[in-house]
């Protein structure tokens, strides 16, 4: 893999994190907060910093070593705020991306990353036919492309793969449950039905929040899956691995933290606001440090 600017060797290492640190949680926009909040849920006694690029979202059009720098540099934040494990919570930046960071952080920094939840779909289909909604970068990245290979080629089930550029904004702008977003479903999701899909994947971290529209137009014909739960466990057993579990809840701090990069924390927050759980504590501000 090509180098990956603007990381440069960790001369200057963080001291390890203890279990009072924050896990760290990037995604190009405020749909990785879908994976947040079943971080909260699953862990409710840690806090949360959650960096949202939303000076680039989305990076599903962009391209693969572009996705790969911004990536970094956001993860590089994260270690720098001290946070002791970072999630990566969007599917097209896992899939360009993790092993460099892994190899470039090592064990003292772990990173957590998504794979569509195509194995779940395998396991529990009838019809032998699922479809997976993802951006296109996410279908050209390895990390699908082995989901496929290792469960559903053997398992003779076939894979729908389906792309749309115009869901994420949609979710951007809080209009997820407007007309305009529900024609768009209507568009690429009637084939899916049409070719006896009976689950379909949900690829993207913006998409979990879409589910209550497709539930409404397709009510028992799609059965919607996500990795949005998986991803709670494994950030738990890392936290166990490297004996940084909290075990205290915080009162001090908000539970759930928010930086974006685009200076739209005014514009998102009521946005934010219907997505998030009541329970949980939140605020958002936007990055003071420079993003371009």
Known sequence: MSAILPLSPLTDR????????????????????SVALEIARYLPNERIVYFADTAHVPYGPRKDQEIRELTAKAIEWLYRQGCKVAVVACNTASAFSLDYLREHYGEKFPIVGLVPALKPAVLQTQSKVVAVLATPAT?????????????????????????????????????QNSPECHATLREILDPVVRQHADYLVLGCTHYPFLKAAIQHLYTDQLTLVDSGCAVARQTARMLIKHQVLSN?????????????????????????????????????????????
Request: proline share 6%; charged share 25%.
């Open 139 to 175: 279908f050209r990245g390895q990390l699908i492309k082995e989901v496929m290979h290792k469960f559903a080629e053997p398992a003779g089930v076939d894979v729908i793969n389906v792309t749309c550029l115009d869901l994420v904004p949609f979710v951007e702008a809080g209009q």
């Open 14 to 33: 963080m001291p390890h994190a203890d279990a009072s640190a924050p896990i760290g949680i990037f995604d190009s926009g405020i749909g990785g907060l």
């Open 248 to 292: 205290q809840k915080s009162t001090q701090h908000p539970q759930l933290k928010c930086f974006v990069s685009g200076q739209n924390a005014e514009e998102l927050k009521p946005i934010i606001k219907r997505l998030i759980d009541a329970e949980i504590s939140w605020s958002i501000e936007n990055l003071v440090d420079k993003w371009d």
